[in-house]
């Protein structure tokens, strides 16, 4: 669980069980959605829930699914603009796996250093008070005990002296290297100040369950990036940061190789018997085997509305090179394959690009084609921009080639592989 806790919220305690019952994070979710759409599409990932088991707020998963802890009195607490920060705080701890596959020991001290990082990239008047940030000094007006105020002062001066955005491993090396600072801060009690979140729900994962996780946190975090590339609109996130988030969920590789690889494993070989090749088994008393291989893919090319004449044009360049190698039918399709527009492409011939459709588009639709045609072909390339449903399983080898920066609305099944263009 990640939990920005502090121990004294005077603000917090003024308010009333009954007011804290009433009050709903509807509006500031309604706010976040207006002012910061990358974050708003994140949080739709992960359950909202009251809880008054945490002093603050939190996100924390549970049978790999995710949700956001909060405490309605300390929410009520703060000012609009400090819940969105609040808000874009929790879901930076998602995005950078701080909980998961970098989390370091002593946790506590992890959790100081992931909140410096974090807090950084956030702009300070959107923080609660309470919050950590580099080059800030800690309020640390509410100690009166004069011994333990000289300790956390140490700890003061370190977190001022640093500077900020860098990363959660950086502020963990400088929090370790000062002895006395990292046993005031892993030994602190009840009454001292504690500016840290909580990870202690992530600790229960099964390693497995980790990997599920990430997995569904690396989905969300692609679909924001893609919702937000398609609308421009970023809210607060920076250039710097959205290239960051982009390169995180880039998962592709040398498109073209892995594209020529599955139609060369789709090549059908044809045998004949000739006297021209001596048979192993019996020389020179039976003739022997000869295999030729040809071709035996379709293709088929999404040209419904939501795929752009220009990603069109690409399409047909990554077939043209393709053309080089092999051969191929080619089948465009939206809502409906069209058998018409067949093109049975040959080796090392070009085409210019032609457009024969603009509906909707239907993977089911492909899918029925390619059972039809079985027999025919060994594989299958679908290419499209993914923006369609499931078409369940299909009965011959299937390759989903996507345009650049989009994904397959679904997982992909056992049996398939995806590949994932770039420009």
Request: net charge neutral; hydrophobic share 35%.
């Amino acid at each position: 669980m990640a939990n920005s806790t502090a121990v004294d919220l005077p603000q917090a305690c003024e308010v009333s069980d009954e007011e804290a019952e009433k009050f709903d994070l509807g509006p500031h979710l309604v706010k976040l959605l207006l002012h910061e759409p990358f974050f708003s599409a994140m949080l739709r990932r992960v359950s909202k829930t009251k809880s008054y088991s945490i002093p603050t707020a939190g996100v924390t998963v549970k049978d790999t699914d995710f949700f956001l802890l909060w405490n309605p009195k300390f929410v009520m607490s703060l000012e609009s603009i400090a819940v969105r920060g609040l808000l874009k705080h929790e879901c930076y701890h998602l995005i950078f796996k701080h909980c998961t596959e970098r989390k370091q020991e002593p946790h506590v001290l992890w959790n100081w250093a992931t909140d410096l990082a974090i807090n950084s990239i956030i702009s300070q008047n959107e923080l609660p008070e309470m919050a950590l940030y580099p080059g800030q000094a800690m309020d640390l007006s509410k100690i009166t005990d004069p011994a333990t105020k000289e300790k956390w002062q140490k700890v003061s001066d370190l977190i001022e002296s640093l500077p900020p955005k860098k990363a959660s491993e950086w502020y963990m090396t400088k929090l370790k290297q000062d002895k006395e600072v990292s046993e005031t801060i892993t030994q602190s009690g009840e009454g001292e100040p504690v500016f840290i979140d909580d990870h202690e729900g992530w600790g229960n994962l099964s390693d497995e369950e980790k990997q599920v996780a990430e997995g569904k946190i690396k989905q969300a975090v692609a679909e924001a990036v893609k919702r937000c590339d398609r609308t421009g609109k970023w809210g607060s996130v920076s250039a710097d940061m959205r290239k960051s988030l982009r390169k995180m969920v880039n998962d592709s590789v040398d498109w073209r190789k892995v594209l020529h690889s599955f139609c060369g494993r789709s090549q059908r070989a044809n045998k004949c018997r000739t006297h021209k090749r001596v048979n192993r088994k019996y020389p020179y008393i039976h003739p022997g085997t000869k295999r030729g291989h040809s071709a035996s893919v379709a293709i088929y090319m999404d040209q419904s509305g939501s795929v752009s004449d220009e990603e069109v044009e690409l399409f047909f360049g990554a077939l043209n090179q393709l053309g080089r190698l092999t051969s191929f039918a080619i089948f465009p399709f939206d809502y409906n394959v069209d058998n018409e527009g067949r093109v049975d492409w040959r080796k090392g011939q070009s085409l210019p690009p032609i457009r024969r459709k603009s509906g909707g588009t239907s993977f089911h639709a492909v899918e029925k084609h390619v059972r039809e045609l079985k027999g025919e072909f060994d594989g299958h390339i679908i290419l499209t921009d993914g923006e369609a449903s499931d078409p369940g399983p299909s009965l011959v080898r299937r390759c989903w080639v996507i345009l650049p920066g989009c994904k397959l609305y679904f997982t992909p099944h056992q049996n398939d592989v995806v590949i994932y263009m770039e420009k």
